[in-house]
Nanobody, 118 residues
């Protein structure tokens, strides 16, 4: 059974920092591209950042220079370090795992709430 469990969300003031974690089980973690997505109220779920098994990283423009994605294959965990948080970063953040072979399935976590408010 595949499980992705996010943690680290919470309430933070503008300019603050949070570190999200996503612990995976039930998959061969090192064979998966891991990603963070977010969904604000009334909006679609959007990509934030991805990291491949080989360490290639992609960010959406709005978080470049503020967010850092990383992975620890030994711990089957992906992280999202979020600095200089803005009000518009408020959303539920989801972790996603996608296998790096044709026809691979994708798996989602349950999400963690990040609220940026003064």
């Amino acid at each position: 059974q595949v499980q992705l469990v996010e943690s680290g969300g919470g309430l933070v003031q503008p300019g603050g920092s949070l570190r999200l974690s996503c612990a995976a089980s039930g998959i061969i973690f090192r064979r998966y591209t891991m990603g963070w997505y977010r969904q604000a109220p009334g909006k679609q779920r959007d990509l934030v950042a991805t990291i491949t098994s080989g360490g290639s990283i992609n960010y959406v423009d709005s978080v470049k220079g503020r967010f850092t994605i990383s992975r620890d294959n030994a711990k089957s965990t992906v992280y999202l370090q979020m600095n200089s948080l803005k009000l518009e970063d408020t959303a539920v953040y989801y972790c996603k795992a996608v296998g790096e072979w044709p026809g691979a399935l994708g798996y989602w976590g349950q999400g963690t709430q990040v609220t940026v408010s003064s």
